[in-house]
Nanobody, 115 residues
Framework: QVQLVESGGGLVQPGGSLRLSCAASGNWDAINFMGWYRQFPGKQRELVALVSNLDSTNYADSVEGRFTISRDNAKNTVDLQMNSLQIEDTAVYYC?????????WGQGTQVTVSS
């Protein structure tokens, strides 16, 4: 069983930065992938970024070059550094973990980009 707790969302102006953090409890070593998804109102969740237990990463085209995902095995956390934020990045961001065939989600954190 894995539990995920997110932090770091909030309000930022266009061009600004935010850092999201997700703390995982449970068997960290058994987690194959961790990442972040986001959901716009009335839409399905979409992938933002993933990092594997071998530190390989994958990004959505819309965030490539602006967002950076990182995994800290000592702290059991995964962070998403978001730079050059755009109004179109406004969404609820969810932490994600994949562990031996099971998918886990955090509770979600709101990111609002507005002037």
């Amino acid at each position: 069983q894995v539990q995920l707790v997110e932090s770091g969302g909030g309000l930022v102006q266009p061009g600004g930065s935010l850092r999201l953090s997700c703390a995982a409890s449970g068997n960290w070593d058994a987690i194959n992938f961790m990442g972040w998804y986001r959901q716009f109102p009335g839409k399905q969740r979409e992938l933002v970024a993933l990092v594997s237990n071998l530190d390989s990463t994958n990004y959505a085209d819309s965030v490539e070059g602006r967002f950076t995902i990182s995994r800290d095995n000592a702290k059991n956390t995964v962070d998403l550094q978001m730079n050059s934020l755009q109004i179109e990045d406004t969404a609820v961001y969810y932490c994600y973990a994949y562990e031996r065939g099971r998918v886990y989600w955090g509770q979600g954190t709101q990111v609002t980009v507005s002037s």
